[in-house]
C-alpha cells in the first residue's frame, strides 16, 4: 500500500469541523529516530530512515521524487532485510549496529502525541511534537502509483468540503521544521539536493 498524505497547519477552528462527525481513533506517543549519513545521502533523495520502538521503517518517494513536497506519496518498507536490500548494504548481526558501522547516525530524535481520527475513508493525524510544533495530515492509501494523483485531488476536495483552507504557503513536516530549527547544514544540503526553498 501506498500512503499519499498532505500537509496543513492546526488551527483549531478548522480542526473542529474536519473532526465534526469523524471517529476518533485514539492517542498514542511514540518517538523516532531518524537515521542518515554525514553528506546526507538518504534525506537529499527525500528517503526516509526511522526507529519507532526499536523498529527500523524506510520511506521513499513512490516515483523517485515527491512533486509537491506538502503532498507525498510514500512506499514504506518494514523489515530490516528488506531495507538492507533496497538501501544496497550488507552485513550481519543486529540492524542499528550495522548501520552505525556503515557510517548511518541518528541526526533526528523526535517524540509525537498523535491524535488519530477517520471520517469517510480519510485518515487525519493530528501530531504534536517535543519542541513546540504542531501539524495536521489527511492521508489516504491506495494500492498502486496509478492512483496517486487522484488521491491528491480527493484529499484536496475532502479538505475543501470539510471547511480546511490549503495554505499557498508550505507546511513543513515535522522532521524538515526540525532540521530548521537544529541543523542549518543539512537544511542547506536539502535545499539545494531538492531545488526548493524550505
Known amino acids: 500500500m501506498i500512503e499519499v498524505e498532505k500537509k496543513f497547519a492546526?488551527?483549531?477552528?478548522?480542526?473542529?469541523?474536519?473532526?465534526a462527525g469523524a471517529r476518533f481513533l485514539g492517542e498514542k506517543k511514540f518517538t523516532d529516530i531518524y537515521y542518515d549519513t554525514a553528506d546526507y545521502?538518504?534525506?537529499?533523495?527525500?528517503?526516509?530512515?526511522?526507529?519507532?520502538?526499536?523498529?527500523?521503517?524506510?520511506k521513499f518517494p513512490?516515483?523517485?521524487?515527491?512533486?509537491?513536497?506538502?503532498?507525498?506519496?510514500y512506499d514504506e518498507i518494514e523489515d530490516d532485510a528488506a531495507i538492507s536490500a533496497k538501501l544496497g548494504i550488507s552485513g550481519d548481526g543486529p540492524f542499528e549496529p550495522l548501520l552505525l558501522s556503515l557510517g548511518y547516525f541518528p541526526f533526528a530524535t523526535i517524540t509525537t502525541t498523535r491524535s488519530k481520527y477517520e471520517k469517510d475513508g480519510f485518515h487525519i493525524d493530528v501530531d504534536e511534537v517535543d519542541f513546540g510544533y504542531a501539524l495536521l495530515e489527511i492521508e489516504l492509501m491506495?494500492?498502486?502509483?496509478?492512483?496517486?494523483?487522484?488521491?491528491?485531488?480527493?484529499?484536496?476536495?475532502?479538505?475543501?468540503?470539510?471547511?480546511?483552507?490549503?495554505?499557498?504557503?508550505?507546511?513543513?513536516?515535522?522532521?524538515?521544521?526540525?532540521?530548521?530549527?537544529?541543523?542549518?547544514?543539512?537544511?542547506r544540503a536539502l535545499e539545494a539536493a531538492w531545488g526548493i526553498q524550505l
Open 10 to 19: 492546526v488551527q483549531k477552528d478548522e480542526l473542529a469541523r474536519l473532526t
Open 41 to 58: 545521502v538518504l534525506t537529499k533523495k527525500d528517503i526516509w530512515l526511522r526507529s519507532r520502538a526499536g523498529k527500523f521503517e524506510l
Open 62 to 73: 513512490v516515483s523517485g521524487k515527491n512533486e509537491k513536497w506538502d503532498m507525498t506519496a
Open 142 to 187: 491506495v494500492s498502486s502509483r496509478d492512483e496517486t494523483a487522484s488521491a491528491y485531488q480527493r484529499i484536496l476536495d475532502f479538505a475543501a468540503r470539510n471547511g480546511v483552507a490549503v495554505s499557498e504557503k508550505r507546511i513543513r513536516g515535522k522532521v524538515i521544521e526540525y532540521i530548521k530549527r537544529k541543523n542549518p547544514d543539512h537544511l
